[in-house]
């Protein structure tokens, strides 16, 4: 009877392990084929996928590390940004667009972000950077000062979801 029980447990055990085997495959395969970089006039931004949940302050401090700074790129305001999906292209794309401090911490509130309207044309999502209506909320003029920008873009496919980020310099 104790061995029968041992059994029964241990198939239990390896049906489990297999049904959980499966799903980890499909979420892996997914994380790599489905990477993002940007294109704006001659600069290739590359993009970083973060967890879902990362709302934070600090999202975009890893950005402004010594070692990555200066890999921020410079882009005009009249660029256009064209989003470049490797593997499956997603069926919904959306961009927010947030000021940042030179340290990388938000300069407004999150909800404040505007969201940004996308160009979809044969399935290639495009955006014209222009200005940030939130960068209009600061009353002191600084004619030297960076303007950093952090663009969060959470894309869709059938099979799940991704959250990517980077990080511009104004020009």
């Known amino acids: 009877m104790f061995y029968i029980k041992q059994g029964v ?9 297999s049904g959980c085997l499966g799903n980890n495959e499909e ?4 994380r790599e084929g489905d990477k993002l970089r940007v294109i704006a006039g001659e600069h290739v931004i590359a993009c970083t996928s973060v967890n879902q949940e990362l709302n934070s302050m600090d999202t975009f401090k890893a950005f402004f590390a010594d070692e990555s700074l200066s890999e921020i790129k410079s882009i005009k305001t009249t660029e256009m940004l064209l989003l470049e999906f490797e593997g499956e292209q997603p069926i919904e794309v959306t961009v927010k667009d947030s000021m940042l ?16 309207s996308l160009t979809n044309k044969d399935n290639k999502f495009s955006f014209i950077l222009g200005k940030n209506l939130t960068s209009g909320l600061n009353s002191q003029f600084e ?9 969060k873009i959470d894309a869709a ?10 990080v511009i310099k104004e020009q």
Not at 143 to 151: C, E, I, L, P, T
Not at 157 to 166: A, D, H, Q, V
């Open 9 to 17: 447990v241990l198939l239990l055990f390896l049906l489990g392990l």
């Open 101 to 116: 401090s030179s340290d990388g911490n938000y300069l407004y509130p999150d909800k404040l972000s505007p969201k940004i």
């Open 27 to 30: 979420i892996r395969e997914m």
């Open 143 to 151: 004619s030297a000062k960076m303007n950093y920008r952090g663009f």
């Open 157 to 166: 496919w059938e099979s799940g979801e991704r959250t990517y980020i980077f």
